[in-house]
């Protein structure tokens, strides 16, 4: 299955003009289709109000020249249609604006191998770019279990948390997209293309932002709401009172994916916004991967036992052969009436139940008396 040829040379035109999550665009693609806004555009008709703020962009866009450059650096536009096309992103239509941004994607440039209809449970992990080391040591257990595990770990490439979850993933062996606020043709941060090149070769890097495209702060804004929709939950490892990933864990929110936040020391600033995410019960509390897998899985699957302390001898004794046992003294042996006035239980239940604990190697008998074995200590 394949959006038609026209449509997709639409949609790349409109990718050029409109800034990513701009409501007036999606709104009019919606109503009335990409082809016919492009047509108004290129007619210098000003649907919506737009003309106005593309005019300058406009006479410069040539569509078919970007979809076949694009295709020569091993890039593919993704479009609704598609066979390809995340059928999960149409839930931004339905989930209103955040800072004035919103709606699907007009489409996704796509670089790498990695198909985004067979992202497997996909699980976004953000936080912080100022990470600490626990919050980064954190993140790539997370992102290592659940790539183990082959769900597909989707991040932003930038520095701190991101790079944590994407090389986390990969010590896994499992699948990592990287979503960016730029063309997919470009590195950044440019200390990341290593990384970035690796997951071309290997998973995906996606963006709403065609080839050459440079990242603004808006536009990091707008592809937040692209790495929650794409995936099923949001993990927040460490994030500031105002950080950006605190705006994906509000898309998350919006689009009832689930959301999770990793808990980090009272004192550590850039773990404040993560704890207001938990104050407020808006986030469930993860501590590792299998909390995530857990949460994220399909019922009965990854399912977590909790931890417990390994069972002692007399944690399995009823409540009166403890308190026998508590009397018992531990090196100089005693009689089982002195035993008795100490526990403050009859003599004869007494000695019925010394005889159970020296079934159970709990106390033993001497010529002084009775005692505490080694195992009972």
Not at 64 to 81: H, K
Request: proline share 5%.
């Amino acid at each position: 299955m394949r959006a038609p040829d026209s449509e997709r040379l639409a949609r790349a035109a409109l990718s050029r003009l409109a800034e990513p999550g701009d409501p007036r665009m999606s709104s009019l693609v919606a109503e009335l289709g990409p082809e016919t806004v492009h047509r108004h555009l290129a007619e210098e008709r000003d649907v919506g109000g737009v003309l106005t703020d593309v005019a300058t962009r406009l006479r410069a866009i040539d569509p078919g020249r970007d979809l076949e450059r694009a295709e020569r650096l091993g890039i593919r536009f993704v479009v609704p249609g598609d066979a390809e096309w995340p059928a999960a992103l149409g839930d931004l239509d339905h989930c209103g604006l955040v800072h004035d941004r919103g709606g699907s994607p007009l489409g996704l440039w796509v670089r790498g191998p990695l198909r985004l209809d067979a992202l497997a449970t996909p699980v976004a992990i953000v936080g912080s770019r100022s990470a600490t080391s626990y919050g980064g040591e954190v993140a790539r257990e997370i992102a290592a279990h659940l790539g183990s595990a082959g769900v597909c770990v989707v991040s932003g490439a930038a520095f701190g948390i991101d790079q944590a979850a994407h090389r986390g993933a990969l010590a896994g062996g499992g699948p990592t997209v990287a979503v960016l606020a730029c063309g997919v043709d470009r590195a950044y941060p440019s200390a990341h293309k290593q990384l970035l090149d690796h997951l071309a070769q290997h998973g995906a890097v996606v963006s709403e932002l065609a080839p050459g495209c440079s990242p603004t702060r808006i536009r990091f804004l707008s592809r937040n709401r692209v790495i929650a929709a794409l995936t099923v939950g949001t993990v927040v490892v460490e994030a500031a009172v105002r950080s950006g990933a605190l705006n994906t864990a509000h898309w998350a929110d919006r689009l009832s994916r689930r959301l999770m936040g990793v808990p980090g020391p009272v004192t550590s600033a850039q773990s404040q916004g993560v704890h207001q995410l938990l104050r407020s019960g808006g986030a469930a509390v993860v501590t590792r991967g299998a909390d995530v897998a857990e949460l994220v899985g399909l019922s009965g699957q990854h399912l977590v036992t909790d931890d417990r302390v390994p069972t002692r001898p007399r944690d399995t004794l009823r409540p009166r052969e403890k308190q026998v046992l508590d009397a018992v003294p531990v090196h100089r042996g005693a009689g089982a009436d002195s035993i008795a006035r100490t526990a403050g239980i009859g003599l004869v239940e007494v000695r019925r139940v010394l005889g159970r604990l020296v079934e159970r190697g709990l106390v033993a008998r001497d010529d002084a008396g009775w005692r505490l074995t080694d195992a009972a200590r």
